[in-house]
């Protein structure tokens, strides 16, 4: 569910979009302007002819997120090499909610194996009710008997999942694991 928020004087994540491979760099930039920014990443292993490497990749190619009171920093974050605009919907700029960035956070720095999600499955609403990501609220899914806690970001339409054990499940909405 996208949320529209108006709110003066508070500051809201939101998704920007950025040139192709511009990610980390404008992450960075926004950092030195003082500008609270997230930059999901995940780690993978690349093949070269003479060696492998682990390298840090971002998990949402083309977004970075920022923290930002909108109607006073906006322009400042627009000026930013890199940037291309705000992700928007129906000419409003939509705010992602904190608890989504927040389990994105804790879910990308845990060791369990994140996977990356492009397509809305049906599923169950349901909240983790015990384990490292107790209170993560998504949907569940069921893929070749792995059960997996999907967190959804409306905005850019893509995700992330991860690996549950079906009894640290709370189903949210009527339905069946």
């Keep these: 569910m996208i949320k529209r ?3 003066q004087g508070k500051k809201l994540w939101y998704a920007i979009y950025v040139r192709s491979k511009h990610e ?3 992450h960075s930039a926004l950092l030195n302007k003082g500008i609270e920014s997230s930059l999901p990443l995940k780690t993978v292993i690349r093949q070269w002819s003479d060696r492998k490497k682990k390298v840090q990749l971002p998990m949402f190619r ?3 997120f920022v923290k930002i ?4 920093d906006k322009l400042n974050v627009l000026q930013t ?4 605009k705000f992700i928007h919907f129906r000419n409003q700029i939509p705010a992602i909610p904190e608890e989504q960035i927040f389990w994105l956070d804790a879910l990308l720095s ?5 996977n990356y999600e492009t397509q809305y499955l049906p599923g169950n609403e349901a909240e983790v009710i015990a384990g490292p ?3 993560l609220k998504g949907k569940v899914i069921k893929r070749k008997s792995v059960f997996r806690v999907v967190l959804w970001i409306d905005i850019i339409t893509q995700g992330v999942s991860v690996e549950i054990d079906p009894v640290n499940l709370d189903i949210l909405e009527n339905g069946e694991i």
């Design 5 to 7: 928020e108006n709110n």
């Design 81 to 84: 090499p890199g940037i291309v």
């Design 24 to 26: 980390k760099n404008v």
């Design 110 to 114: 845990s060791e369990s194996e994140i």
């Design 69 to 72: 009171n909108l109607n006073i």
């Design 133 to 135: 990501f107790k209170g």
């Design 62 to 64: 083309g977004y970075v």
